[in-house]
């Protein structure tokens, strides 16, 4: 499945992935149309970072992707949802080139208190890489 931006950077357009070691961990695909916002991803189920924030070990994400929900792109910033069982977790896609891209988890300030209550530091974005 791929997402039509309407008016978006055509340079979103392709497939983008997050790999640690040869794990394939983030899987996004993007295209331009005018269709309206579509789109889809799939992450690794467990994702691990160390005490910087950087990931040090993670699953592979499934070749089956989700659905993007409630995409909005501003121009710099495409953020999104994807619903994963009965859960729902947002995301924010900044290009940082034509070939590289940051993805950032969007954690809700609760969690973040109960993740650094419990030792847990937040991810750094992942860097992904425009593979076609």
């Known amino acids: 499945m791929a997402i039509a931006l309407g008016q978006s950077d055509s340079r979103l357009t392709g497939t983008w992935t997050a790999?640690?070691?040869?794990?394939?961990?983030?899987?996004?695909?993007?295209?331009?149309?005018?269709a309206g916002p579509q789109g889809s991803m799939s992450?690794?189920?467990?994702?691990?970072?160390?005490?910087?924030?950087?990931?040090?070990?993670?699953?592979?994400?499934?070749?089956?992707?989700?659905?993007?929900?409630?995409i909005r792109w501003n121009g710099s910033v495409l953020s999104f949802s994807i619903?994963?069982?009965?859960?729902?977790?947002?995301?924010?896609l900044r290009l940082i080139n034509t070939n590289t891209a940051e993805l950032t988890p969007i954690v809700p300030e609760e969690q973040q208190r109960e993740l650094a209550a419990d030792g847990i530091p937040l991810p750094k974005p992942f860097r992904l890489t425009k593979t076609r």
């Open 43 to 70: 992450i690794g189920q467990s994702i691990h970072v160390d005490k910087e924030g950087n990931v040090d070990s993670a699953t592979p994400a499934s070749t089956t992707l989700s659905r993007m929900l409630d």
């Open 19 to 34: 790999d640690y070691h040869g794990t394939t961990y983030v899987r996004v695909a993007l295209a331009d149309g005018t």
């Open 83 to 92: 619903k994963a069982d009965d859960d729902v977790d947002r995301f924010e």
